[in-house]
């Protein structure tokens, strides 16, 4: 199986918004309402940030959001933060029965 | 409150062979599918394995397949990932996984990971 495809990184400006992208198939992304998205700090474990493309799990903050057009998925953090600088990864069901992540996306706040 | 807890890793051989455990506290074991997710130093998460809830069901990667192999016992809490044939690129950070319902591609809680070394 292969990765699904992110920017390498990402930058903005406290308060701005950012968008990264998870680019993947028909057999995964595109085939399935079961994208989610982790935020990952150097040296800790991935915490889960979005589900099913759009839903948040509680204690998540609403400036995260997420959508899905055919085999592309999206998160988006609006009125960007210090604290939102990490590495992010998204991540899919695929039709074998598998998991695919995404390549990583390194979230810089200017 | 959920806890995943790893154990197991250290430094091992090419070709040589490591089990891996996590035990689970906080939630009802039994009723959920469990993953394992592997990172190799300064690289991407790579999904490895997943086993149903009952443990009847396993898939793998195509790059462990065959190699590894996911078990679970449900009376003890703990899920275990057998390696075998080890390679250099095995090399990583494991963390055990669980998956909040089925299909789904939400790994909703994380254990804090056990490091595998394979080198001579």
């Known amino acids: 199986q292969s990765a699904l495809t992110q920017p390498a990184s990402v930058s903005g400006s406290p308060g701005q918004s950012i968008t990264i992208s998870c680019t993947g198939t028909?057999?995964?992304?595109?085939?399935?309402?079961?994208v989610s998205w982790y935020q990952q700090y150097p040296g800790e474990a991935p915490k889960l940030m979005i589900y099913?493309?759009?839903n948040r799990p509680s204690g998540v903050p609403d400036r995260f959001s997420g959508s899905k057009s055919g085999s592309s998925a999206s998160l988006t953090i609006s009125g960007l933060q210090a604290e939102d600088e990490a590495d992010y990864y998204c991540?899919?069901?695929?039709?074998?029965?598998?998991?695919?992540f995404g390549t990583g996306t390194k979230v810089t706040v200017l | 409150e959920v806890q995943l807890l790893e154990s197991g890793g250290g430094l091992v051989q090419p070709g040589g062979s490591l089990r891996l455990s996590c035990g689970a506290s906080?939630?009802?074991?039994?009723?959920?599918?469990m993953s394992w997710v592997r990172q190799a130093p300064g690289k991407g998460l790579e999904w490895v394995s997943v086993?149903?809830?009952?443990?009847?069901?396993?898939y793998y990667a195509d790059s462990v397949k065959g190699r590894f192999t996911i078990s679970r016992d449900n009376s003890r809490n703990t899920l275990s990932l057998q390696m075998n044939s080890l390679r250099v690129e095995d090399t990583a950070i494991f963390y055990c996984a669980k998956i909040s319902r089925v299909p789904a591609a939400d790994f909703d809680y994380w254990g804090q990971g056990t490091l595998v070394t394979v080198s001579s």
């Open positions: 991540s899919s069901f695929t039709s074998s029965n598998q998991y695919a």
């Open positions: 099913d493309v759009t």
């Open positions: 028909s057999s995964d992304v595109g085939g399935y309402n079961y």
């Open positions: 086993i149903s809830a009952s443990g009847a069901n396993t």
């Open positions: 906080g939630f009802i074991f039994r009723n959920y599918a």
